[in-house]
Nanobody, 114 residues
Framework: QVQLVESGGGLVQAGGSLRLSCSASGSIFSINPMGWYRQAPGKQRDLVAR???????NYADSVKDRFTISRDNAKNTVYLQMNSLKPEDTAVYYC????????WGQGTQVTVSS
């Protein structure tokens, strides 16, 4: 069992930055791929960024060169640094462990005003 707790969401103006954090409990954190997903109202939940235990990453095309995912295995924490935010980045952001069939956090709201 893995429990995930997100923090760091909020309201920011377009062009601004936010950093999301996800603290995980459970020993499988260190071996599971970790990811951030987001879901805007009326839309499906989509992958934003993903990182493996070894540090390999992949990103949605819409966030490449703006967002950076990282993890600290010693702290059981994964981060999402979001720069140059756009109104279309507005969504609830979810931390994930182990893919869509894995474990989810409760979500944190990110709102980008124009």
């Amino acid at each position: 069992q893995v429990q995930l707790v997100e923090s760091g969401g909020g309201l920011v103006q377009a062009g601004g930055s936010l950093r999301l954090s996800c603290s995980a409990s459970g020993s499988i954190f260190s071996i599971n791929p970790m990811g951030w997903y987001r879901q805007a109202p009326g839309k499906q939940r989509d992958l934003v960024a993903r990182i493996t235990w070894g540090g390999s990453t992949n990103y949605a095309d819409s966030v490449k060169d703006r967002f950076t995912i990282s993890r600290d295995n010693a702290k059981n924490t994964v981060y999402l640094q979001m720069n140059s935010l756009k109104p279309e980045d507005t969504a609830v952001y979810y931390c994930n462990s182990g893919g869509r069939a894995g474990f989810w956090g409760q979500g944190t709201q990110v709102t980008v005003s124009s």
